[in-house]
């Protein structure tokens, strides 16, 4: 058995019915007991998203937003939607926006936690995610370094691989860019970031992350644009695929779930937990603002940019499906030629704007990977800097970033179908463990959001004061939620 066989094993007990299940599931129950707060707060989380200012101990929040969409936007807005078409068929987009829509709830509830059990390490500056609201909420320090070392892991060695071997495949098809070539550039240039600290990904992930959004999302409309006549088939097509009723995919419809759940987790991370570190950085008044702000980057995340892709793709009929039952064989082969990744959307741009799309693709690809790289390394740092108690030895750190940008390189001369199952069995370790954690420990959250909205109700710019006597000793805030308002 070779490498790529083992490593579809375990994805396949990783990624079970059950884990698909369960990020469904939660989503509603998430949405239900906070009356659909991404609904509801809307309005004010397109206002807290440009509010803020960042301090000696935390960045604003539209630098955490920055940081968590350099996480969540990235190759898999791309490749990632790209190969869930290729192995779902159209209708895993509707479940890529069911589980971003459901799952916008889970990200309030984890960045909303991770604000309140944020604490400060050995540089004054903010730490904070799952594994501390784990120890912190659960006081289960046990279960919180099984999460910290799944995400050093998950984050730290196998993430990174899909968006570093994204960019050699995109940049070969390009250009017939050497792959030892752009790895070696991606490795020298990712370490000169992150040996610079979490305040030069903060700035760093401000400047490009709007732009390459936009001019991504630029040519995907002018693109539609151009090919306005396909679009009503397209989302009918959609549509009819998500629920079994195309005559091409009507046995799909479980393949299509599973591969819409499973990348649409993997693109905005919703319950994943990955997105609740850059959340604890930022310095707000109260805990729920940033949950809002969080929540509203599953929107851009999915609603928006993936949305884009997919609308490329099959607007331009530039894809394959694979057979469910005879993986090896297509079901639908458009573009045979075609490996499934970023060269679906190359050939899309390209096939309307002849000349233009493989070069266009392959530079908005740059920016988009190399963000997230730099995402996933302040993660798998803080968690990190989390089991070295925020007092990691020097020797530890630099160990980690070598490792780190070994993984990279490793990944980015590796296969495609070994680096993107990789990551998801990082991502489905992670969401394993942190949606389980967040149906324990959603009180304090739920409670916070009441405290918010009281204030709002009173005219009152919130301000989170819990009650002195449930301090967590290691705590920013005041306290934890009084324990009189939780229920």
């Not at 989302?235 to 419809?253: E, K, T, V, Y």
Request: hydrophobic share 50%; with cysteine; charged share 10%.
């Amino acid at each position: 058995m070779n490498l790529e066989e083992i490593v579809a094993r375990i994805v396949g007990i990783v990624w079970s019915p059950m884990l698909v299940t369960l990020c469904l599931v939660a989503g509603l129950y998430f949405s239900v007991r906070t009356r659909f707060i991404q609904l509801r707060g809307l309005p004010d989380m397109l206002k807290l998203m440009f509010q803020g200012r960042s301090s000696a101990s935390g960045v604003s929040s539209f630098q955490a937003l920055s940081m968590s969409l350099s996480s969540r936007v990235g190759v898999g807005n791309i490749a990632g939607v790209a190969i869930a078409i290729a192995y779902g068929g159209p209708g895993a987009i509707f479940w890529m926006w069911i589980v971003a829509f459901l799952g916008a709830s889970s990200a309030f509830v984890e960045s909303t936690l991770a604000q309140i059990y944020k604490e400060r390490d050995s540089t004054g500056m903010y730490r904070g995610g799952p594994a501390y609201y784990i120890e912190k909420g659960l006081g289960q320090r046990w279960y919180a370094v099984v999460f910290a070392l799944s995400t050093v892991v998950g984050c730290g060695l196998m993430l990174p691989g899909t968006q570093s071997n994204a960019i050699v495949s995109a940049l070969d098809e390009a250009w017939a860019v050497p792959g030892w070539l752009s790895a070696a550039a991606i490795g020298m240039v990712v370490a000169l970031v992150i040996f610079g600290g979490v305040r030069r990904i903060a700035q760093v992930a401000q400047v490009i992350v709007p732009f390459m959004a936009l001019a991504y999302l630029l040519v995907a409309g002018l693109v539609m644009a151009l090919n306005l006549d396909a679009v009503p088939e397209m989302l009918a097509l959609i549509m009819r695929s998500a629920f079994g009723q195309d005559a091409a995919f009507g046995a799909m419809i479980g393949t299509a779930i599973q591969w819409g759940v499973r990348r649409g987790v993997m693109s905005n991370e919703a319950g994943q937990g990955t997105g609740a570190h850059p959340a604890a950085a930022a310095e707000v008044s109260h805990p729920v603002k940033q949950g809002l702000v969080q929540a509203c980057s599953v929107y851009i995340d999915t609603m928006v940019v993936c949305s884009a892709t997919a609308f490329l793709i099959l607007s331009t009929g530039t894809y394959n499906v694979y057979d469910p039952s005879a993986p090896s064989q297509w079901l639908v082969a458009n573009v045979p030629a075609l490996e499934a990744g970023p060269a679906f959307v190359q050939h899309a741009v390209e096939s309307v704007l002849p000349g233009f799309g493989k070069s266009f693709i392959a530079l908005a690809i740059l920016p988009f990977a190399f963000t997230t790289i730099l995402a996933l390394y302040y993660t798998a740092e803080t968690n990190v800097v989390y089991l070295g108690r925020n007092r990691p030895s020097r020797l530890a750190m630099t160990l980690f970033r070598l490792g780190f940008i070994g993984a990279l390189l490793y990944s980015a001369l590796n296969t495609a179908t070994v680096a993107w199952s990789l990551g998801d069995i990082g991502v489905g370790l992670m969401s394993w463990l942190n949606i389980v954690a967040l149906l324990l420990l959603q009180k304090p959250a739920l409670a916070a959001l009441r405290d918010y909205e009281k204030s709002r109700r009173a005219g009152r710019d919130p301000v989170y004061r819990p009650e002195p006597q449930q301090r967590p000793s290691t705590c920013v805030w005041t306290g934890a939620v009084p324990a009189t308002d939780q229920r």
